[in-house]
């Protein structure tokens, strides 16, 4: 019995085991936050552990090791000031390999100051996000290899030889609200690096130059402030079609902008240069822009050396005019595109003359003020649902990425990143009239075209681009091209030098937006300056729309800091509204208040310094009916017979009025609510709060 029994148990038992052992599920992997020194005392050591996703979290100290990060990871420290990670080798101090990672919260150094070694070296990995943290004491603070679409934001970058360096085809970067200072030179490109946008820095105390461009296309330099530098500002060499817009240059000891040795198609825009050696100076360059600059007393505001220096334009047609030169001398008596036409218009007389070849048509008497920082849009708009382009022709879909667009005063520029096809099939495109175009090649598959507008005054809104694809056939190396082949008419090589023909072609047609989105408030106006506690008045604030696309936005207006109500209002482009709003006063205290409103801003909106403005009075919450005193007008804290006589003085009185005072019309059919007549009512009132005082 005791056999069958112990039998049963073990068969139950088994049969348990197994049951339990064909439920088991494997546990999903989550991210992890791996902690040095607490799990690893190394930081190598927490990344080798670390899986894609993961959390490398690092204690303040100083660890005295190289990294190399070839995962895809968060890696952060306590602290930027107290977490510090130095090299102290001759190689980078980290390295990333790999995609997708986020660096934040440290001190790298690299206390070997000798050749090509890097605090940070990014090779051949893209969407990096390398913020908040201090570079120091190495030969480059961060170096960019191969590397695409990475972020570089609100980093100190001291004491090194090169701050930033772009090398080796790095395209799509932004480098944005760093600090770079006292290095030999602040931010440098070569090796064919485009698409980038370098904004908003502080460029400041550096041995050398600010920004130096070298063999590089297609890049923004745009709102930076450039000051106390050694040698020039923004140093372009053997460079085209970048646009160097709204910075601040002050002081840099041997010039603002130098365009040296075939630097073509530039655009030198609504910058302010003050106080260099040289103002801009151009050493064999042509058909560059330059307008809408100031040139503020430098030592020599245009210099123009040795080389073929021919048609630069430094003016827009009249009347947008060109630069505002400190030192011009001319008046401004005429007016029209040939000045002469009485009556003054903002523009010189005569011309601001360089050379013989280098004339400013139009130079301003007033300096231009600068203009909102548009930035890169992030946003793709196209015919259809999708952002996919079958092909009939090659019976293939070909990818459209993405769609950036940045849009200055006088041009639209436009990058497509599209999906392409294999080794064996290469593709170029053109363009509809007025869109001129390069394109940029990246590795295998992609292809970047930049495009600008080239009709005049730049499109907004939606605009419609025609993109031709043409079938090139035959095997493409990497190598054998240039990168700023012209889309239209190019020619193309194989491996074996030999052109590549065209084939066949077919058209798409695609929907792009241009533009900015800005809106604004111009004034607000209180219906009253006075009013009785707890009582009720209007204020009306006129809001505009300044960009160029239909906006729905939030308006609030506000009493010091108090909220008093939020309105939703719809504007057409280049259009304004007054917008009305109701205040009951109850629950303020008595006395002053400041009445301002804020225009929340609208999507990708970065001109933001006026959405809010102030009434240019203050409203005063007192005694109610108190709307006069020994100064006529004027309160004095009691309601009695002098605010009843004044009332009487106003009798009758509407808005449309000579003697209209707003203040006198303290309530109407609804109490406390003013109904734009003093009358009865008004009187009435104030007999009910007869003799009131301030407590």
């Excluded at 590089?216 to 450039?226: D, E």
């Excluded at 106390?228 to 460079?239: F, K, L, Q, T």
């Excluded at 009013?531 to 239909?550: D, E, K, L, P």
């Amino acid at each position: 019995m005791k056999g069958i029994v112990s039998g049963m148990l073990l068969m139950l038992l088994l049969t348990a085991m197994f049951s339990t052992a064909f439920n088991i599920k494997p546990v999903e992997s989550q991210p992890r936050t791996i902690i040095v020194p607490d799990d690893y005392l190394t930081i190598q050591e927490a990344i080798n552990a670390a899986s894609d996703g993961d959390t490398v979290y690092v204690r303040a100290g100083t660890y005295y090791e190289s990294l190399i990060i070839n995962k895809s990871i968060f890696l952060v420290g306590e602290n930027k000031e107290t977490t510090i990670i130095s090299g102290n080798v001759s190689e980078a101090t980290v390295l990333v390999t790999e995609d997708d990672v986020d660096i934040c919260g440290f001190t790298i150094r690299n206390n070997m100051y000798g050749w090509r070694n890097e605090s940070i070296l990014v090779n051949d990995a893209n969407t990096l996000h390398i913020h908040d943290n201090v570079f120091a004491d190495s030969f480059i603070g961060i170096l960019l290899q191969a590397s695409n679409n990475t972020i570089i934001e609100n980093n100190l970058i001291i004491n090194c030889c090169y701050g930033i360096m772009f090398s080796i085809y790095s395209f799509k970067c932004s480098v944005s609200n760093n600090k770079l200072m006292q290095n030999h030179n602040g931010i440098y490109f070569s090796s064919d690096s485009g698409g980038n946008v370098i904004s908003q820095n502080i460029i400041i105390e550096n041995y050398g130059h600010g920004i130096w461009i070298s063999n590089s296309t297609n890049n923004l330099i745009v709102n930076n402030s450039i000051s106390n530098n050694d040698d020039v500002g923004i140093y372009i060499v053997h460079s085209s079609n970048n646009t160097i817009f709204n910075n601040s240059i002050y002081r840099s000891l041997k010039g603002g902008i130098f365009l040296h040795e075939g630097c073509i198609k530039n655009e030198i825009i609504n910058n302010t240069i003050t106080e260099c050696l040289y103002g801009l100076k151009l050493i064999n360059s042509t058909n560059n822009k330059i307008f809408h600059n100031n040139f503020l007393s430098n030592f020599v505001q245009a210099n123009l050396l040795e080389g073929v220096n021919l048609d630069n334009l430094w003016n827009l047609d009249y009347p947008s005019g060109g630069n505002y030169w400190s030192d011009y001398v001319g008046i401004d008596l005429y007016s029209g595109p040939y000045q002469n036409i009485s009556g003054s218009d903002g523009i010189g007389d005569t011309p601001y003359v360089i050379d013989v070849d280098n004339v400013d048509w139009y130079p301003l008497m007033n300096p231009w003020p600068p203009l909102p920082y548009v930035g890169w849009k992030q946003t793709s708009y196209f015919f259809g649902s999708d952002k996919n382009w079958t092909s009939t022709l090659i019976e293939k879909e070909i990818q459209i990425k993405e769609l950036d667009v940045v849009w200055s005063l006088s041009h639209a520029k436009i990058t497509v990143n599209l999906e392409l096809g294999s080794w064996e099939e290469f593709y170029t495109f053109m363009l509809a009239p007025n869109w001129v175009g390069y394109a940029v090649w990246d590795y295998i598959n992609t292809v970047y075209i930049d495009v600008t507008w080239d009709g005049g005054a730049p499109p907004s809104g939606n605009v419609s681009v025609l993109f031709i694809i043409l079938i090139i056939n035959g095997p493409m190396h990497v190598g054998t091209y240039t990168n700023k082949d012209t889309i239209v008419n190019a020619e193309f090589t194989g491996e074996n030098g030999k052109p590549i023909p065209t084939g066949q072609s077919e058209t798409c047609i695609q929907t792009i937006e241009i533009g900015v989105h800005d809106v604004a408030i111009n004034n607000i106006t209180p219906a009253k300056t006075v009013i009785g506690q707890s009582y009720t008045t209007n204020m009306n604030a006129t809001v505009a729309n300044q960009g160029n696309f239909t906006e729905t936005l939030n308006v609030t207006l506000y009493a010091n800091t108090t909220p008093i109500e939020t309105k939703q209002v719809t504007l057409t482009n280049g259009t304004s509204t007054t917008v009305t709003f109701t205040w009951n006063t109850t629950g303020f205290g008595k006395g002053n208040y400041t009445i301002w409103a804020y225009a929340w801003p609208v999507q990708s909106e970065t001109d933001i310094a006026d959405n809010n403005v102030s009434a240019t009075i203050s409203v005063y919450i007192g005694v109610p009916c108190d709307v006069s005193g020994p100064i006529l007008g004027v309160p004095d804290g009691v309601c009695n017979m002098r605010d009843i006589g004044y009332m009487c003085s106003k009798f009758g009185t509407t808005p449309t009025s000579p003697n209209w005072d707003p203040n006198a019309d303290v309530t109407g059919p609804i109490l406390k609510v003013p109904d734009n007549i003093v009358n009865m009512r008004d009187i009435g009132e104030a007999c009910r709060n007869f003799l009131k005082t301030d407590p």
